[in-house]
C-alpha cells in the first residue's frame, strides 16, 4: 500500500492567517492525490482533487499543488469555517489510502 | 440532489457479523462510470477505505480485510450493502457510505470520493 504521511499533525492559527499544510507520499503518484476537509462530527467534503483542481463550490481561497510524492494544501486568509481537521488521499494506486490528518485550530 | 444515507446497528457483539445498508438518491449504479463504497473511521483516528463495488459488478476491498469483507449492490433499490465478519473491538467506528467519480484532465482520469453519506457509528463491545 502506499503510505501517506502529512504534516504538521496539528497547527494552531488566526483568522486571515494563510495556512500550508503538507502531504508525502511513500511512492509516486504522480497528481493522483485529493484533499478532503472534515468538522466534527460531520462526513469528509472534498475539497481538491487531482492535486490542484477546486471541487465545485469550494470557496478560491483553498488551492493544491505538488505532483510525484510532496504535496501541499493551501489555504488563503483563513476563516472561522475553515478550522477542521484536513486529510490527504491518494488514488493512484488501490487501494486508496489516506493520510492520518491535520488539525486546524485556533490561535 | 446527491444523497447518501447509512443504516444498520449503532451495537454489535464480538465475533458477529455487521451488516450496513448504504440508501442513495440522485443517481445510479446502473450507469457505466458510477460506484459506491464503504470508509470507515476509528474514534479520533484518520480514513480508512473499506470496499467500492462499480456499475458492471466489479468489486474491490480492503486487502487488510477483505477475507472479511462483502458488497451487494440492489441497483433497483439504489442500495449497497456491506457485510462485515467477525466483528472485533477495534472494528468500532463511524462507517460512512461514499460515491467515488471520475475527473477527465487532458486525456488521463483522476478520481475522488467526491459524495459522503452523514455516517454510522458502530460498537463493538458484548
Known amino acids: 500500500d502506499v503510505q501517506m504521511t502529512q504534516s504538521p499533525s496539528s497547527l494552531s492559527a488566526s483568522v486571515g492567517d494563510r495556512v500550508t499544510i503538507t502531504c508525502r507520499a511513500s511512492?509516486?503518484?504522480?497528481?493522483?492525490l485529493n484533499w478532503y476537509q472534515q468538522k466534527p462530527g460531520q462526513a469528509p467534503r472534498l475539497l481538491i482533487y487531482?492535486?490542484?483542481s477546486l471541487q465545485s463550490g469550494v470557496p478560491s481561497r483553498f488551492s493544491g499543488s505538488g505532483s510525484g510524492t510532496d504535496f501541499t494544501l493551501t489555504i488563503n486568509s483563513l476563516q472561522t469555517e475553515d478550522f477542521a481537521t484536513y486529510y490527504c488521499?491518494?488514488?493512484?494506486?488501490?487501494?486508496?489510502?489516506f493520510g492520518p490528518g491535520t488539525k486546524v485550530d485556533i490561535k | 440532489q446527491i444523497t447518501l444515507k447509512e443504516s444498520g446497528p449503532t451495537l454489535v457483539k464480538p465475533t458477529q457479523t455487521l451488516t450496513l445498508t448504504c440508501t442513495f438518491s440522485?443517481?445510479?449504479?446502473?450507469?457505466?462510470?458510477?460506484?459506491v463504497g464503504w470508509i470507515r473511521q476509528p474514534p479520533g483516528q484518520a480514513l480508512q477505505w473499506l470496499a467500492l463495488?462499480?456499475?458492471?459488478?466489479?468489486?474491490r476491498y480492503s486487502p487488510a480485510l477483505e477475507s472479511r469483507l462483502t458488497i451487494t449492490k440492489d441497483t433497483s433499490k439504489n442500495q449497497v450493502v456491506l457485510t462485515l465478519t467477525n466483528m472485533d473491538p477495534v472494528d468500532t467506528a463511524t462507517y460512512y457510505c461514499?460515491?467515488?467519480?471520475?475527473?477527465?484532465?487532458?486525456?488521463?482520469?483522476?478520481?475522488?470520493?467526491?459524495?459522503w453519506g452523514q455516517g454510522t457509528m458502530v460498537t463493538v463491545s458484548s
Open positions: 461514499v460515491r467515488k467519480t471520475y475527473y477527465y484532465d487532458v486525456s488521463v482520469y483522476f478520481d475522488a470520493f467526491d459524495m
Open positions: 511512492q509516486t503518484i504522480s497528481s493522483y
Open positions: 463495488i462499480y456499475w458492471d459488478d466489479d468489486k
Open positions: 487531482a492535486a490542484s
Open positions: 488521499q491518494q488514488s493512484y494506486s488501490p487501494p486508496p489510502t
Open positions: 440522485g443517481f445510479s449504479l446502473s450507469t457505466s462510470g458510477v460506484s
